[in-house]
């Protein structure tokens, strides 16, 4: 009990806080001038360390400016009232995600023992209720704070190009490389485009983030159903996805729509659960929703075949399976072949993100690697022994963190939903260092001091992670746990 009412507590204090934020600063909604963080630059310029932040900053807007993201774009040295609105919000947004970390960590730290030393039925419904509400109040202002005063990244300036290519009738495979995806994205973001409200036109890149904020609260609301069938506390599956770091920043700030694609997974995972006594019909959704998410993201395509692998026992019906949903995603493209057919091997088959920073690639500069990845990727998933269809899905993506020889910031965010249902205190190391890293990534809010953060701080934590599980995979092959239970007493 006293765990919740400080959690309760927390959340309530968080979002004070955030409303305060919003009420002092709202003229950087409107992009006008504020005075309240007028004052915070000149109170930073009178000290060293201030100062050293301003210039931080200072740095990143001129970064931006050749690069032509959002308000930066074609933004003149002389140009001071532009360069102040965009320092002011990126001082802003700098504010609410610090605050925001520092009660998600205390949130995550506190929760980490829920139904631990007690049944998570011995927290009361209300309570229950009162602190999910909270949550999706705290996580939900979080990011439409973001989405409201942050353009983006490069990524959403590809976006906005994407739409553009689409409204002149022409091939977007054809005529640009900054698009490495299926159709499927495109098709959203061209809808998107063309919404307009009675009394409000809304800016594109809020549109987007408000999607995927939508996408976010759909897949808490499968999160929690998932966890109402597996008695978790809802409270605490609440609070380690939609309070978790990595994910908000993602959403409201960066714009990537990994989350959609997880989304897909996470129904088919859900109905697969709740149709366990009918197992031809949750198997088909499950595969349809599995399919749908390799569909939307292909990075995701080991999910389908971990999937089909866990829930169907005949070799020539999961192969089948398999090159159905293939020629499914496949098929999207045609299309667009005739005119985009380089554009299309090239840019998204052949794509692959930066290498050399992050895991393997920054200790090997082997080329090679990267198809020994990809052969260990459909592999991989045929040695899992679990019978839980959700830790292998866990397993699955952190063999993919583990392994890559490519990466990009918004991968990060693969193993919160799945690690939200399987808590443990690599998972909780694992999400600390995640959001400290998303914290000071340069394509993020970049908060001076977490920028110093090296990715391979996380691949360990990924890399401990995985081997935990892997073990854990191996004695819940041999002690199967009752239906709805979790059988390691280390479970959080």
């Known amino acids: 009990m006293k765990r919740t009412n400080i959690t309760i507590a927390i959340l309530a204090v968080l979002i004070l806080i955030l409303g305060g934020l919003c009420y002092i600063s709202w003229p950087l909604f409107t992009g006008e001038y504020t005075p309240a963080m007028h004052m915070v630059i000149e109170g930073l310029g009178n000290t060293y360390i201030g100062d050293m932040i301003v210039l931080h900053y200072l740095r990143r807007i001129e970064f931006d400016i050749p690069r032509g993201i959002g308000a930066a774009y074609e933004l003149k040295s002389e140009d001071y009232e532009m360069t102040y609105l965009l320092l002011a919000g990126r001082l802003f947004c700098a504010l609410v995600a610090l605050t925001a970390f520092i009660a998600s960590a205390a949130l995550f730290v506190i929760n980490s023992g829920i139904g631990k030393e007690r049944s998570p039925g011995s927290v009361s419904t209300v309570r229950t209720v009162v602190i ?51 159709p499927v994205w495109f098709w959203i973001l061209s809808a998107l485009s063309k919404i307009r409200f009675p009394y409000l036109l809304m800016p594109f890149h809020i549109l987007v983030k408000l999607f995927l904020c939508c996408m976010d609260l759909l897949t808490l609301g499968v999160l929690l159903l998932i966890a109402n069938i597996r008695k978790l506390p809802a409270a605490r599956t609440a609070i380690f996805f939609y309070l978790c770091p990595v994910s908000f920043l993602m959403t409201g700030y960066h714009g990537q729509f990994e989350n959609f694609a997880l989304l897909m997974v996470l129904l088919g995972i859900y109905l697969y659960l709740r149709f366990a006594a009918r197992p031809v019909l949750g198997t088909t959704l499950l595969w349809l929703f599995t399919t749908a998410g390799m569909i939307v993201k292909h990075n995701t395509f080991y999910e389908l075949i971990i999937c089909l692998h866990s829930s169907i026992k005949r070799y020539w019906v999961k192969l089948t399976l398999f090159a159905i949903s293939v020629v499914m995603f496949l098929s999207l493209f045609i299309p667009y072949w005739k005119t985009g057919r380089q554009g299309i091997i090239d840019d998204v088959f052949k794509y692959g993100s930066f290498s050399g920073v992050y895991g393997l ?24 022994k679990s019978k839980d269809i959700i830790a292998r899905c866990l397993l699955g993506v952190l063999f993919f963190l583990t392994f890559t020889t490519g990466f990009a910031a918004q991968y990060l965010i693969l193993p919160v939903a799945l690690g939200a249902l399987r808590p443990t205190k690599f998972f909780l190391i694992y999400v600390i260092l995640a959001s400290m890293l998303t914290l000071g990534n340069d394509n993020n809010v970049f908060i001076p001091g977490f920028n110093l953060l090296k990715l391979n701080f996380v691949w360990i934590a990924v890399i401990c992670w995985f081997v935990a599980e892997m073990r854990q995979d191996r004695l819940e092959a041999v002690h199967v746990p009752e239906k709805g239970k979790s059988k390691s007493s280390r479970r959080l």
């Open 361 to 384: 690639t920054s200790l090997f500069e082997i080329p090679q690697l990267k198809y020994a990845f990809i052969l260990a990727m459909f592999v991989f998933p045929l040695f899992l």
């Open 132 to 182: 999910v509400a909270l949550v999706i109040a705290a996580g939900t202002l979080i990011r439409l704070i973001f989405a409201g005063v942050m353009y983006g990244n490069y990524d959403m300036q590809s976006y906005e190009m994407v739409v553009n290519i689409i409204n002149k009738g022409h091939n977007v495979y054809a005529t640009t490389p900054r698009y490495n995806y299926s």
